[in-house]
């Protein structure tokens, strides 16, 4: 124990007196550590975000969607032109569904597009509304911040009531409170009884897995939605005026257990692939096939990071190598008189051994230090930029810092033990 002791802080010392060379050395450690840290931590962000976003879909939920067919509604030259495009889901669909999928089925709620423009006042946006029953609150995992969502009781009276997303209520009521505020879907006017939370999905790769943005939907009941909006929505875009004849636009099925969605997919697949050749105005989401796939994604992503880190400390060893040789070469009289002074081999070798692990340790706690701190930093400042420091990079890093250092320091340290004593001595 003493001599391990004495070693170390000889080892010490000796760092002490190339106080700028030891930091020039460990400095490929501390930045490659760093990089790392930072790197894992984007990394491990960016995939949770994604991986909530995907679960706030519902995992258990399969989206039948209606879509516009690709080659529909042409129109001629630059001139203005009117058009009716019948697509999509129907009520024999839904009537279908219900039929042959009451088995291990929780919920099937469908969602009926309406209107054109929501108004309140003289602000305007393009509508994002939709009919639908009490439990796409479930389903979809909506929650609401102020007022109440659609009950039972609003079906049955056909109320011309609405709940409407946090950016409607951004910006259609950015100084007032919504709720009980009057809100217009084309000539429609509809009391506001609730506001919705904010939803993850909110632009970018969120908003393109459910193909728009929640946060701008607003909610009405379904049989208000046949009995006033009927199945004709008119679009205005580009010197066209379009009516697009959709009687459902989306059908929520939500599954009973993980372990059946994909076999029910499939067969909601074929159902749909019989009565809408070739699957032209239809399209399946499956929020758990997207899991995986993210979740697959994900691990592809750590071995990637782990194989940058891998290269980062390569160069990093590469560096205390390459001091440690010179070192020897500086230092051959210095190892000539411990020699002579009763020194083994064995002692020459823990005194460098020493020194590397010493300084590929001290960097990698830099590293580690200013790898977290810079995370944390980005973490604060940019909240689309989110970071997760897992503990589990933080201690690879420590201990492969550390291994880099004996490994790096090896070589060096047994060149530096095998010299010839006498010939140590008499080098100048």
Partial sequence: MTFM???????????????????????????????????????????????????SLGATNII??????????????????????????????????????????????????????????????TSQAFGTIPELKNVANLRVKRGRYLVQA????????????????????????????????????????GVLEPVGLSGGAGAALIGRDLNLDVHIPLTTARAVFGDQVIRRESG???????EVSEIYVKVASR?????????????????????????????????????????????????????????GGIGIMNIMLASV??????????RALGATQKHIVWQFLIETSVLSSIGGVIGVVIGVSISLTMDWRFADLPTVITGWSVAIAIVVATLTGLIAGVYPARRAALQDPIVALRHD
Avoid: C, W, Y
Wanted: proline share 2%; no cysteine.
């Fill in 64 to 125: 039948v969607r209606s879509q516009k067919p690709a080659q529909s509604g042409q129109q001629q030259g630059g001139q203005q032109s009117s058009f009716v495009q019948s697509f999509g889901i129907t009520r024999a669909d839904l009537a279908v569904i219900r039929e042959h999928f009451d088995e291990g089925i929780e919920q099937i709620v469908p969602v009926k597009a309406i209107g054109g423009q929501l108004l309140k006042g003289d602000l305007v946006m």
């Fill in 329 to 338: 070469t500086e230092r051959t009289r210095e190892i000539g008189i411990r």
């Fill in 154 to 193: 609003d079906m049955e009276r056909k109320a011309l009531v609405a709940v409407i997303g946090s950016e409607v209520a951004r910006a259609l009521f950015p100084f007032e409170d919504p709720i009980d505020q009057t809100l217009r879907i084309d000539h429609a006017a509809l009391k506001v009884i």
């Fill in 259 to 315: 372990e059946r969605v994909m076999i029910d997919a499939a067969r909601l697949h074929r159902v749909m692939a019989v009565r809408h050749d070739g699957m032209k105005d239809v399209v399946l989401i499956v929020p758990f096939e997207l899991l995986e796939m993210a979740k697959a994604k994900a691990r592809t992503g750590r071995v990637v990071s782990a194989a940058i880190a891998g290269v980062s400390l390569l160069v």
């Fill in 5 to 55: 002791i004495e070693t170390i802080l000889m080892g010490l010392q000796n760092l002490r007196l190339h106080l700028l060379r030891s930091i020039l050395t460990t400095s490929g450690i501390v930045f490659g550590i760093a990089a790392v840290i930072v790197m894992v931590s984007i990394g491990e962000g960016s995939t949770r975000e994604a991986l909530r976003q995907i679960e």
């Fill in 240 to 246: 066209s005026t379009e009516a697009q004849n959709v």
